[in-house]
């Protein structure tokens, strides 16, 4: 997670504004569904579970679409541009841009058909048949899972951890605000996990632990933590961690 997706931690940043709807507007649930169709319809399906073949329903995607995709789009953004846009308006454009470089259609196509749906002229696509349609609700009933064997933890519960900073990616699930601090481990998941995608530099991509780091506020903040905060506990997989040494 680059800077302007994770803040928390950051200080200064004045009220937060939380919206309790998940959908604002009707276009949002359409997004959603687009990317859900997206998923449902993965190459990266066929090794996550036996027995889905995407290809056999009828689909002409034949693209890998995950969590991490959505993810490395939002963080492509400029920064300034990301504060600007709505929650859903970033998944819109992160999927835009996908289709483009793709070559599912071009950029002239894209902004063709905003223009007519925008002036109401235009009519959106169709579900691609049956096929298609039980695929999809298989996935959302059935899911995947990146879970890969059991665990093989480095660190035992109990262990004091330094987090590593690894060079930033095009996509990274590390916090900045918790590169170069100490934390202890307070569990380890039951099963190495494997991530969407390899994220490059920082080691994510083969089935790793994954921990619950616990983190005291003054480890984090310093002098400037509140007086008797609770503890910060975050997920972090095992290449981010590294022993603590005094």
């Known amino acids: 997670m680059k800077l302007q997706h994770a803040l928390g931690g950051l200080e200064g940043l004045g009220p937060v504004d939380f919206e309790k709807n998940v959908f604002v507007e009707d276009w949002e649930k359409r997004i959603f569904g687009i990317h859900v169709a997206l998923m449902g319809l993965s190459s990266s399906l066929r090794d996550s579970l036996p027995g889905y073949d995407p290809q056999a329903a009828g689909t002409t995607f034949r693209s890998t679409w995950t969590w991490a995709d959505l993810r490395k789009g939002a963080e492509a953004m400029n920064p300034f541009d990301y504060f600007k846009f709505r929650y859903y308006e970033k998944w819109l454009g992160g999927i835009s841009a996908y289709c483009v470089e793709q070559g599912y259609l071009s950029a002239d196509e894209l902004a063709q058909a905003a223009g007519q749906l925008h002036e109401g002229t235009g009519t959106p696509p169709s579900s691609g048949g049956a096929g298609i349609d ?67 530099g920082d080691g994510l991509g083969d089935p790793v632990p994954v921990y619950v780091v616990r983190f005291e506020p003054a480890e984090i903040w310093g002098d400037t933590a509140e007086a008797g905060p609770s503890p910060l506990y975050a997920e972090l997989y095992e290449p981010y961690l590294l022993p603590a040494t005094d």
């Open 134 to 200: 039980d695929q999809v609700i298989r996935y959302l009933r059935e899911g995947d899972s990146p879970r890969r064997g059991p665990a093989t933890p480095r660190f035992p519960v109990g262990d004091t951890v330094l987090v590593a900073d690894p060079p930033h990616g095009a996509h990274t699930r590390l916090p900045g605000y918790l590169r170069g601090h100490r934390g202890v481990i307070q569990s380890v998941a039951e099963g190495n996990y494997a991530y969407f995608c390899s994220t490059g």
